[in-house]
């Protein structure tokens, strides 16, 4: 069974680091085509793709953002990192991860996790 | 193109048949194959179709996708109450060099 839970702070101030942990089981990120990507939110927004990783190390991130966004993978504890720096009030947003497993996108997801940008 | 168009709001009654669409262009639905998620609100995003039109296993075959040109259909038949969610599709765009989603289409079972 796959199952993917992110972890973080609920709130963060504006200028602030955001760190994100995505934990996951059932699939490993050493297996080839694997790959683990972060997507975001905002209240009554649309869904929006943040970063991936791939079982090879590639990484794709979104070009927008692609300067305030670090993602990173430890396979010896399966768990990938979003680092988004320079956090603003736009940023306010439900941030999931998601694993592409067997279809060309995303297939198992996590719960999501709330976080607010605020002073 | 940064989300794919649906329609915000689609409704029916039980038992009827109801269908979602979505709108790309050819840089996501018209070169590559497209996802489609159910979502409840606080929920993980579950997914119904993958490639178009396949069905991972233990969704009901109420559920089908079709793709023609730059677009694609979500169909839901013997609609019931607890189809009651968001439905995305999604694509790879090449543009983005990563996954586009669609606005989201909050489905009523009337």
């Known amino acids: 069974q796959i199952t993917l839970k992110e972890s973080g702070p609920t709130l963060v101030k504006p200028t602030q680091t955001l760190t994100l942990t995505c934990t996951f089981s059932g699939f490993s990120l050493n297996t080839n085509g694997v790959g683990v990507g972060w997507i975001r939110q905002p209240p009554g927004k649309a869904l929006d793709w943040l970063a991936l990783i791939y079982w090879d190390g590639d990484k794709r991130y979104r070009p927008s953002l692609k300067s305030r966004l670090s993602i990173t993978k430890d396979t010896s504890k399966n768990q990938v990192v979003l680092t988004m720096t320079n956090m603003e009030f736009v940023d306010t947003a439900t941030y999931y991860c998601?694993?592409?497993?067997?279809?060309?996108?995303?297939?198992?997801w996590g719960p999501g996790t709330l976080v607010t940008v605020s002073s | 193109q940064s989300v794919l168009p649906q329609p915000p709001s689609a409704s029916g009654t039980p038992g009827q048949r109801v269908t979602i669409s979505c709108s790309g262009s050819s840089s996501n639905i018209g070169s590559k194959t497209v996802n489609w998620y159910q979502h409840l609100p606080g929920t993980a995003p579950k997914l119904l179709i993958y490639?178009?039109?396949q069905r991972p296993s233990g969704v009901p075959d109420r559920f089908s996708g079709s793709k023609s040109g730059t677009s694609a259909s979500l169909a839901i038949s013997g609609l019931q109450s607890e189809d009651e969610a968001d439905y995305y599709c999604a694509a790879w765009d090449d543009s983005l060099n990563g996954p586009v989603f669609g606005g989201g289409t909050k489905l009523t079972v009337l």
């Open positions: 998601a694993v592409r497993y067997f279809s060309t996108l995303l297939d198992y």
């Open positions: 490639s178009n039109n």
